[in-house]
């Protein structure tokens, strides 16, 4: 048996309502999990938890993102930051692991501007 097989492990928490963005500024969270949806906010201080986070991006124009999981809602409060690229017209997944403490969240923007963009993001406590 593995750890993806129906009813076993932890379920997933999957982003919602985000359609794609027409022309979104480098300040526009297009997909974001924040500390209520990953139960980070009830963390006890010095508490983590390990989670596989799933992001899935894409546009319409070439695109740098910028992936994170971060400490608050500012938007320079990023603390794993990664810059994946997607080609034009194409969407891309990636797999991370991030340790999430209280009040972390992971939110998913873009680094450079890009026409019709979209994100998803679903992570998975681990432990």
Excluded at 1 to 17: E, K, Q, V
Excluded at 26 to 37: F, G, Y
Aim: charged share 15%; hydrophobic share 35%.
């Amino acid at each position: 048996m593995g750890a993806f097989d129906s009813g076993l492990g932890n379920p997933p928490i999957n982003s919602t309502g985000f359609l794609p963005v027409a022309a979104p500024s480098t300040s526009t969270l297009l997909a974001e999990l924040d500390s209520t949806q990953l139960g980070t906010k009830d963390f006890r201080a010095g508490q983590s938890r390990l989670y596989r986070v799933n992001w899935i991006l894409g546009a319409d124009t070439n695109a740098t993102w910028q992936c994170e999981s971060a400490t608050d809602t500012s938007l320079g409060s990023g603390v794993e930051i990664f810059f994946p690229k997607t080609p034009s017209g194409q969407s891309a997944q990636y797999v991370t692991s991030h340790s999430l403490s209280r009040d972390m969240r992971l939110r998913a923007r873009l680094f450079s501007t890009a026409v019709n963009a979209a994100a998803y993001i679903s992570a998975e406590p681990v432990t």
